[in-house]
């Protein structure tokens, strides 16, 4: 069985910029262009591609909810399906849905899978047993199709939180039935979920080819049991074939299933492998900071090889202050994902449409966007919009 991590779909972005040798060198992605290059230069409209890409994150993408008003639902019962409260990377938003359905009066209980996919069958019906409207989930409908075809029968709203509907093969080999019933609004159709899912990936590939030059030799970190990330690494690949002078070295598959330490040696072994790698794919904040952080810090290679990874946690930016195995993330606000999908649901409970969510993001590297401290920084109090549009203060 597969072994999951959550990723939210936006926070899937990821992006990176060159570390330099010498402390004093600045890196080297810039939204202008660089001198032009003979030889196997990569042609000049992936290049343009590239530093717009950089310029437009640069600026930041962040945009408010919809502040419409949408009267919260009472009296509600919800439970919020978590594939492993250990992993900030899921925690961080689960957390916040349940923040947000107090916020509605909701009464609201996390189940953890404990990244054990075998137990995803039993979880839902275990949220069936406890009589919920609603379930939030950020387990793959194919891990549990009969469950969650029980519980829609029985009139329970399913939302996916970094999930994808039955309708996706990834898990199952096949296409099924859709048992989710409503969708955050995110601003693209949930049947180009997955066109949508790669082109985020291919926004990292962007990043870095500017970073380069176009002379990006890459390592790139997977977890092909996560669907999420098995399109936004297709994706990712197939824009770094278009960079003529780039190379990917090798996809290595770091699994949520592993102890740090296996997976840090992983890392370790494929650096070892190519002491040609400039530049290190991360697919997800956990990774980096569980494994390819440490193993490259501990190479000693960390002021040679670009990092590009995250979705800009915490700890993401305390690694890129301090120079320690990540140099740029794309920055995301993952507890607004939360509060947003306990939108859509509440919108469902009222026979209406989910409401635009927002979101954005923002490009952060040591000289860009990073605030002496703390989090990703930006100007929209998500929470207060939704409280107002809700009614609940």
């Known amino acids: ?40 230069a990569p042609p000049v409209d992936i290049m343009t591609e590239a530093r717009d890409t950089v310029a437009l ?7 408010p909810p919809d502040s419409g008003t949408r009267i919260a639902a009472k009296g509600k019962k919800l439970a919020i399906l978590s594939l492993g409260q250990a992993a900030p990377s899921t925690a961080t938003p689960v957390n916040a849905a349940a923040e947000a359905g107090q916020a509605l009066g909701w009464s609201v209980h996390i189940l953890d899978l404990e990244f054990d996919p075998r137990r995803a069958p039993g979880l839902v019906r275990e949220a069936i047993a406890l009589g919920v409207d609603a ?26 939180l970094a999930a994808f509907d039955c309708t996706d093969p990834t898990v199952a080999g096949a296409v099924g039935p859709s048992q989710f019933t409503t969708f955050v609004n995110y601003g693209v159709s949930q049947v180009d979920n997955a066109r949508y899912m790669a082109s ?3 926004i990292a590939a962007s990043v870095l080819i500017a970073a380069t030059n176009g002379t990006a030799k890459v390592l790139a970190f997977t977890d092909p049991t996560v669907t999420i990330l098995s399109y936004t690494h297709a994706g990712f690949l197939a824009q770094m074939a278009r960079c003529a002078g780039c190379t990917v070295l090798e996809t ?23 002491p040609e790698a400039n530049a290190i794919r991360s ?21 040679d090889v670009l990092v590009i990874g995250g979705e800009g946690g915490d700890r993401d930016l305390d690694l890129i202050r301090t120079k320690q195995g990540l140099n740029l993330t794309l920055g995301t606000d993952t507890a607004w994902f939360g509060w947003a999908v306990v939108d859509a649901v509440n919108s469902a409970f009222n026979g209406e449409q989910p409401r635009p969510a927002g979101l954005g993001s923002v490009l952060i590297d040591k000289d860009h966007n990073l605030p002496p401290s703390g989090p990703t920084q930006h ?14 203060g």
């Open 379 to 392: 100007n929209i109090n998500f929470k207060s919009i939704y409280r107002k549009a809700w009614g609940v």
């Open 283 to 303: 697919s997800h904040s956990s990774a980096t900071q569980l494994s390819i952080a440490p193993a490259l810090v501990a190479s000693g290679r960390q002021h």
């Open 252 to 274: 290595v598959n770091l699994l949520s299933s592993e102890a740090p330490a296996a997976s840090q040696a992983k890392v370790s072994e494929a650096l070892a492998r190519h």
């Open 200 to 202: 985020t990936g291919a």
């Open 135 to 160: 379930i939030i989930t950020t387990i793959d409908c194919g891990y549990a199709s009969d469950a969650f075809a029980e519980a829609k029968a029985k009139g329970i709203l399913i939302a996916p």
């Open 1 to 40: 069985m597969r072994t999951l991590v959550a990723l939210l779909a936006v926070a899937g972005l990821v992006a990176g910029t060159a570390a330099c040798k010498e402390e004093s060198d600045k890196p080297t992605v810039s939204a202008s262009p660089g001198a032009p290059r003979s030889g196997s």
């Open 57 to 63: 994150l640069y600026k930041g993408t962040f945009r």
